[in-house]
Antibody
Framework: QLQLQESGPGLVKPSETLSLTCTVS??????????WGWIRQPPGKGLEWIGN???????YYNPSLKSRVTISINTSQNQFSLRLRSVTAADTAVYYC???????????????WGQGALVTVSS | QSVLTQPPSVSAAPGQKVTISCSGS????????VSWYQQLPGTAPKLLIY???KRPSGIPDRFSGSKSGTSAALGITGLQTGDEADYYC??????????FGGGTKLTVL
């Protein structure tokens, strides 16, 4: 059974970089049977997709965040990571890492989710 | 404002049926699969429906999905109080980008 766990600072200052890591257990991050993604949810609001990364290293990002986002894979630690630069209060949200058990496809269909990590942007 | 339009809220009595709609366009729903997620208060979303109408293992057949043209719908029959949650539709867009609807809050009266 695949399990995902987010980790990282819960408080980030405005203009700095938000960094989160998702540790994967129960499967290899390099497996072609999965793809990986980040989704966020501002307090009291809906879900917003941030981006996906495939085992090949290919990435897709939300066009509204693309200039500030990097998603990468660390195969040695079986993790994937999110970096969001130049944050503002509008980036305050619960950040979820998620995965899809299936062939790499361009879709929105995450069947495994981490529990979520609240990140607050404040000085 | 989400590209995918859902009603903000729906309600129905226990045991009844409810339908939640999700409206998009040819660049997203019209040419891609639709998924549905359930988010219980304080928890991560859970995949209920994928590929328009398929249920992951463990999801009861009270939940069903359909798609027609640029719209999709989630049906829930035999409503239970435990079904009270936020429901989100999701799909891919030609941007390219994954999309979520704005969410629908289900109240079981």
């Amino acid at each position: 059974q695949l399990q995902l766990q987010e980790s990282g600072p819960g408080l980030v200052k405005p203009s700095e970089t938000l960094s989160l890591t998702c540790t994967v257990s129960g499967a290899s991050i390099s497996s072609s049977n999965y793809y990986w993604g980040w989704i966020r949810q501002p307090p009291g609001k809906g879900l917003e997709w941030i981006g996906n990364i495939f085992y090949t290293g290919s990435t897709y990002y939300n066009p509204s965040l693309k200039s500030r986002v990097t998603i990468s894979i660390n195969t040695s630690q079986n993790q994937f990571s999110l970096r969001l630069r130049s944050v503002t209060a509008a980036d305050t949200a619960v950040y979820y890492c998620a995965s899809r058990d299936g062939p790499p496809r361009l879709e929105n269909s995450f069947d495994y989710w981490g529990q979520g990590a609240l990140v607050t942007v404040s000085s | 404002q989400s590209v995918l339009t859902q009603p903000p809220s729906v309600s129905a009595a226990p045991g009844q049926k409810v339908t939640i709609s999700c409206s998009g366009s040819s660049s997203n729903i019209g040419n891609n699969y639709v998924s549905w997620y359930q988010q219980l208060p304080g928890t991560a979303p859970k995949l209920l429906i994928y590929d328009n109408n398929k249920r992951p293992s463990g999801i009861p057949d009270r939940f069903s999905g359909s798609k027609s043209g640029t719209s999709a719908a989630l049906g829930i029959t035999g409503l239970q109080t435990g079904d009270e949650a936020d429901y989100y539709c999701g799909t891919w867009d030609t941007s390219p980008s994954a999309l979520f609807g704005g969410g629908t809050k289900l109240t079981v009266l």
